[in-house]
């Protein structure tokens, strides 16, 4: 019974730890997994991105088209950085920051 009633809050533990560091809507990691990450890596470089004016996608098309966008994004540019070393987090509305924690050539190619 005890190990039972374990094996459950331990499941709910980590339920709670991923949505802690993921974003709901892209699933990607969020900006408290950014800064853990970084925290654990003495070397890494990084792109922000930033979709300019995406509110007017949200008026003009409405939230769901923007959410759906947003998703979108984030699964096309995660198949550019396929890469257990390159890292895409979501840390604002319409703002996105892909870390590379192995060398420095990664930020040069995106620009």
Same mark, same amino acid.
């Given at each position: 019974?005890?190990?039972?009633?374990?094996?459950?809050?331990?499941?709910?533990?980590?339920? %709670?730890?991923?949505?802690?560091?993921?974003?709901?809507?892209?699933?990607?990691? #969020? &900006?408290?997994? !950014?800064? =853990?990450?970084? /925290?654990?890596?003495?070397?890494?470089?990084?792109?922000?991105?930033?979709?300019?004016?995406?509110?007017?996608?949200?008026?003009?098309?409405?939230?769901?088209?923007?959410?759906?966008? %947003?998703?979108?994004?984030?699964?096309?540019?995660?198949?550019?950085?396929?890469? #257990? &070393?390159?890292? !895409?987090? =979501?840390?604002? /509305?319409?703002?996105?920051?892909?870390?590379?924690?192995?060398?420095?050539?990664?930020?040069?190619?995106?620009?």
């Amino acid at each position: 019974m005890i190990y039972i009633a374990c094996c459950g809050i331990i499941e709910k533990n980590k339920k %709670l730890e991923y949505m802690y560091y993921h974003d709901s809507l892209t699933t990607l990691p #969020n &900006k408290f997994m !950014l800064e =853990r990450d970084i /925290s654990e890596n003495s070397v890494f470089e990084s792109v922000m991105v930033d979709i300019r004016q995406f509110s007017y996608i949200n008026d003009l098309y409405g939230e769901k088209i923007g959410d759906q966008l %947003l998703k979108e994004f984030a699964r096309q540019i995660n198949k550019l950085i396929k890469s #257990n &070393k390159h890292k !895409l987090y =979501r840390v604002g /509305s319409d703002q996105f920051i892909m870390v590379n924690f192995s060398s420095n050539e990664f930020c040069k190619e995106f620009i």
